[in-house]
């Protein structure tokens, strides 16, 4: 994508209304635009990135077995009523009229929806077990939403749900999703700790939260720090295999966020302790037949009897991962993408446009790149050197290839990483093998 | 996919419910399933298709120069209130109340929003043309929503909006969306005339409907036969040309519908006129300065004036075109989906998984079709074979592979088309051939 056409509005300043360091580079990097309170338009650079955290979201659900599909935003008070909910949700929940005064609202959450689906069509034990999943915008009316995508009004999220005839299958079914996740918050370059957690208004008596460690985090966590070093992205996974020792070998080591976190235990292990900062981006629920009893969601067992199936549900705040990415990986002149989720993976800048032998050097290096199949943003722009500098190290792409006057002449280009800063003076075709490898 | 593992309720009844084909069609293949009037969740299998289809038009979009982004379902009601059309859009907008008592909407289209963003951020000519669209949920509460998703109120739509600083650039922003959504129905295996249409509450003067012919359309249309024989995928586009030419081809001979339709035309063309049935699946308009005078968006011009932008939008109702391209392709036993957008390409039937050698030869027909990266839905269910070819009919899959105890004897299985219902008897490794090439 060339500069000069795409629509990437950076800002200089930093917005006052932002706390918090991802909402700040966020809106300077031009990836998103405020549309409500809590609500806010994707613009073409995190929209690119809000797709590549979706994808691979996506593609370690498929991994463990889950099936997607795609329920509506605008559910039916009724379903919520089965349920008990629409009472009990309170002001977080969008209520909504339509024209023939019936009661709607906007979907926070789907365990109503799933279930009236699963009853309708799946009445035996022969069709379970079951993991079905859908990635869409929810909406939670927050009283004062901030922190930009960290709490928005208006958000994305994968959420799962597993159906299953027995606990032992519901228990397999959670171990599944738990290493799934794992996995995911992996491939997105973060370090993940999973820790125990109260169920909340889902219900339920095993539940897990998905922290990621990050020192701008919102909370504090505690853990022991041979979680630190457990390899998950290293380790094959045969989902068909029981996963309880996997699962086993995180939780039997000690994790805990601040409001559940023991005196007692951060005693006993002394300075196994790491004490850090950490983002939620994951929850993960068992809880029965809460649902499926009020709904009537039955399924015949193999002795021929019926028993309400047993459900878990299992979310990944997708847009809120956004955010959060950010906040573990950023510095003072803006974001450090991973390659896995970075918008382009290179970001060209030509320093003279207006040369001849620049303009040549640099289109053809932008041609060879894409050719190569590199996703690469050119800026091709009139504008001053350090301008296109402060952009590059603002939108934070893994590689910068610098080319300038002087390197045309000796036939070179700079390859700068934004992690590091490091560069070196290579051949252009030294860069296109560098980055096409 | 292994059908016993895969969540696909098929129905044998018809839904009393659904007046259409579609309708009928898409619950019955376990497509889709009611959540509320007029609102469908997306089974797996309705899913793929939809998300098929949404990738054709994203990749013609781009191709056309337009840009991706992503803006909210939920929107201010104060941006509406700035165009005039909050109190003029009448029952069909969801009006919603958020818990502090502001006033919001869902969305029904996004003209308001883009206005807003592109104010915020481009303020020179020098940054036009500019073509932004997004693929997002919309809604219209439509008094009686009835035919499925053909006439949903909780609906996918692409929309784009062009910005440009003159009315001859304006042009050449609506010829590429007009070339376009040639190019991108065309690819979806569907027959498209686009016809001049009203206007109607979005504004302006120029505007074309694209309607698809189906027997089963919801309208009469009329056009020239010359319209019918015009091959838009095997013409090369180049988007930075002048396209006007190739858009003057389309639209210089006779296409109405028929509230537009001309007696004195009808007389004049002769045998030249076919008179069919058609869905309209597209619309675009031109409507100028219509939101950017009252949102007071404007650029600066290469003068030094100012001037109110120039707008267009181009709409193409993703989830109606699932529902549109059955209409156009199905028999009396189900779908036939064209090859673009089937939800697998290859329906595998094992006539009897419980014998050794049947499972083995579909088996190993399934591992090898999917390593050659072929989609391939496998009925290794134990079931009748009458309702395995019953439920594949239906399902409307472009290639059937039977297995069964004679042919995995004589080292063959049965190749069937679909659309055609011929079929052959051939070598495993012929089928491999044949289903990978």
Not at 42 to 52: A, H, T, Y
Not at 66 to 90: F, N, V
Not at 223 to 230: N, P, V, W
Not at 394 to 420: F, H, Y
């Amino acid at each position: 994508m060339r500069l000069t056409e795409y629509f990437l509005p950076t800002l200089k300043e930093t917005p006052s209304e932002a706390q918090i360091v991802s909402h700040r580079l966020m809106l300077r990097a031009g990836m998103i635009h405020q549309a409500a309170a809590g609500v806010y338009s994707w613009l073409p650079l995190g929209f690119r990135v809000l797709k590549k955290v979706e994808q691979i979201v996506r593609e370690e659900q498929d991994a463990a077995g889950a099936q997607e599909l795609l329920m509506p935003t605008i559910q039916s008070a009724d379903l919520w009523r089965e349920s008990g909910r629409y009472e009990d949700y309170g002001k977080e929940m969008l209520r909504i009229r339509d024209r023939h005064d019936r009661e709607m609202l906007y979907g926070p959450t789907n365990e109503e929806l799933i279930a009236d689906i699963f009853r309708t069509h799946i009445k035996s034990y022969r069709n379970l077990p079951k993991l079905l999943y859908h990635i869409q915008w929810k909406f939670r009316d927050e009283v004062r939403p901030r922190f930009g995508v960290m709490r928005g009004r208006e958000f994305l999220m994968k959420d799962t749900y597993s159906f299953d005839v027995d606990y032992a299958g519901a228990r397999r079914s959670y171990n599944k999703m738990f290493i799934a996740y794992l996995k995911t918050f992996a491939r997105l370059g973060l370090k993940t700790i999973p820790m125990k957690a109260e169920t909340g208004p889902i219900g339920g008596d095993l539940s897990h939260e998905f922290i990621i460690l990050a020192d701008t985090g919102e909370s504090r966590v505690f853990c022991h720090k041979d979680l630190l070093a457990f390899d998950v992205l290293g380790t094959e996974v045969d989902y068909a295999a029981d996963l309880q020792p996997m699962v086993d070998q995180w939780t039997s080591l000690y994790a805990a966020t601040d409001d559940m976190h023991d005196a007692a235990e951060e005693k006993a292990l002394g300075d196994r302790l790491v004490t850090a900062r950490g983002i939620e981006v994951g929850h993960i629920f068992y809880f029965g037949t809460k649902y499926s009893k009020p709904m009537n969601a039955t399924v015949t067992t193999v002795e021929g009897g019926s028993v309400p199936v047993e459900m878990g549900s299992y979310g990944i705040g997708v847009s809120r991962l956004v955010g959060a990415i950010i906040e573990a990986f950023h510095d003072d002149k803006g974001i450090i993408w991973p390659e896995p989720v970075a918008p382009f993976n290179v970001g060209l800048v030509n320093l003279r446009p207006d040369d001849r032998a620049c303009a040549e050097a640099g289109d053809s290096l932008y041609r060879r790149l894409r050719r190569a199949g590199v996703e690469v943003l050119y800026d091709d722009r009139d504008e001053r050197a350090g301008a296109k500098f402060a952009d590059m190290e603002l939108i934070g792409l893994p590689w910068q290839v610098v080319v300038g006057p002087r390197g045309v002449k000796a036939g070179t280009a700079e390859l700068k990483r934004r992690a590091t800063g490091g560069s070196e003076e290579l051949s252009l075709d030294a860069v296109i093998d560098r980055l096409a490898g």
